[in-house]
């Protein structure tokens, strides 16, 4: 009781998958940043590089992941399975560190782990992190009631949730497996918990989603702390990625008119289908932009996909760069990029608004179809795919969003806005900026046996 010492001293847990080690590796540095002290306690499987973050002391636990078998699986099936496997080894790690001189004041984990089990055990207070939007925690809340409604499970994909405007049932973030109810429940208990926090953080900012907002606020006692977009506040370039990136699109960009290039990711888990991948080729081929093509492995699943796009890779040389994983943000802010064709994770979407860039959206799963949603329909930086990808639509929708008089021209000024509203939050004085500060006095007045006031 009472050890008291200059900063406090927080355990942060991040679930080991690539769009939730990043925005929790941000928020460690941005944390650190103001006077805390940093322990990241995590899995061996997916482990971040202690040589990224020289300022934080890490601690890790062996989880018996096979990580073969779990590349093999679906989303919700590597969730499952990494819950399983980490949540007893890092109560007993927590255990041992809580032991030594270096004991923690409070735990911040990711919401994916039942953080306040942990905490419960140790009497530590917890905050979480959520990793996606305010939006689609909402939609998650709301499972039960749209059970209860009728539109869940889902009949009329195309029905409008009248309760819940803009929505439509098929843009819930949902994926779709043979397990459904069992996603359901889970995401349905990782809200009720993450309410039941000392603090809930978001990485998001002020004015982006009040609807969102007011619907947290007003279910929890926690507060609820608007911290982004981190993705801004991180000035290394590597934050923690699973992947090796390849640096030389960077110099392949400077070769580029600002704005020419059509960038397109679809982030570290979803996949592509032979027959899309074709179209989407084509369509590249046929819009006539230089184009950076991140190609992740095991992204394409067949030989001869692998094969078509050696080809393709050939053919469009003197147009095209195809790489393995690419430096996205700093992709992003070069001038040379245009346009940003993306799955929509939540990473990317807040990536593609800090550098301006207008989206062409493409969902795959989950909260994908959130986003994008709101990035057509309510912000305006973008434009969507649909849910077929052709080669035609490929190709139109490029040549709208880099140099369209229409519609194009009032997404890339929306994307202006956007970007601006967003690096105002974190500027001194900013909502942003401000929420860390009250965070911090948050966190400094909870009650924790090790934790004097500092
Ligand atoms: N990313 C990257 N290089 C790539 C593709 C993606 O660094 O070639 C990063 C991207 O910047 C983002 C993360 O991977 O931070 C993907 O997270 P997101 O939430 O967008 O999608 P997820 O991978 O979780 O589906």
Redesign the pocket.
Known sequence: MGRSRASLHLALFPFP????I?PMMQLASLLHSRGFSITIVHAHFNAPDPRNHPHFRFESFADGIDPDLVAGMGIMDQVYTIIAHCEQPLVSLMKRIQSGDEFVDCIVSDSLYSGGRVAGELGLPWVVLR?NSPTSFMLFGSFVLLHQLGYLPVKDPEAMIKELPPFRVKDLPIVEDNQTERFFKTMTEVVDSTLKSSAILMNSFDKLEQPALDWIRSRTQAPVYLLGPL?ATYSAANPG?M?Q?DRSCLTWLDRHAHGSVIYI?I????TMSPAELVELAQGLGDCQHPFLW?I?PGSVKSEESVRFLDRFADETKDRGCM?K?????EVLAHPAVGVFM??C?????L?SICAGKPMLCWPAFGD?KVNTRMICHVWGNGMEMGEKLESEKVKNSVRELIMGEKEGKKIREKARLLQELALDSLKVGGSSHTAVNELKAHISSLNSPNCESN
């Open positions: 998958l690539q769009g939730h990043t990793t993705c990625t992947f990136q990711s982030g570290s888990v979803a991140v992740r790489v994983w690419a430096p996205q943000t993306s799955h994770g939540w990473n990317s979407t990536e994908q």
